[in-house]
């Protein structure tokens, strides 16, 4: 059984900066493209970047210069590099497993998530 672990999230002011990590156990971390996604009240969860086991990536239009997803293969973890926060960046940040190894957006690609970690941003 798989399981993600996210951590550090927190409150932090506009044009702050923060760094989540995502901790993978259970079963094999390689070969698999890793994804962060967030979710703020009321909506519904949103793509933030993902990354492939070799190490290519993408990221949504809204984050990308801010934010930078990386990995360590050999520590099974995958990290998310926040800078330059906004207010409308609040949400619960969540990381997610794929279930292929090719990139996706789609939240319905991915087959284990964590149980998210509170990112808040204050103006």
């Known amino acids: 059984q798989v399981q993600l672990v996210e951590s550090g999230g927190g409150l932090v002011q506009a044009g702050g900066s923060l760094r989540l990590s995502c901790a993978v156990s259970?079963?094999?971390?390689?070969?698999?493209?890793m994804g962060w996604f967030r979710q703020a009240p009321g909506k519904e969860r949103e793509f933030v970047a993902a990354?492939?086991?070799?190490?290519?990536?993408t990221a949504n239009a809204a984050v990308k210069g801010r934010f930078t997803i990386s990995r360590d293969n050999a520590k099974n973890t995958v990290d998310l590099q926040m800078s330059s926060l906004k207010p409308e960046d609040t949400a619960l940040y969540y990381c997610?497993?794929?279930?292929?190894?090719?990139?996706?957006?789609?939240?319905?690609?991915?087959?284990?998530w964590g149980q998210g970690t509170q990112v808040t941003v204050s103006s």
């Open positions: 997610a497993r794929g279930q292929r190894a090719g990139v996706s957006t789609t939240p319905s690609d991915y087959a284990n």
């Open positions: 259970g079963r094999s971390f390689n070969f698999y493209t």
């Open positions: 990354i492939s086991w070799t190490g290519g990536s």
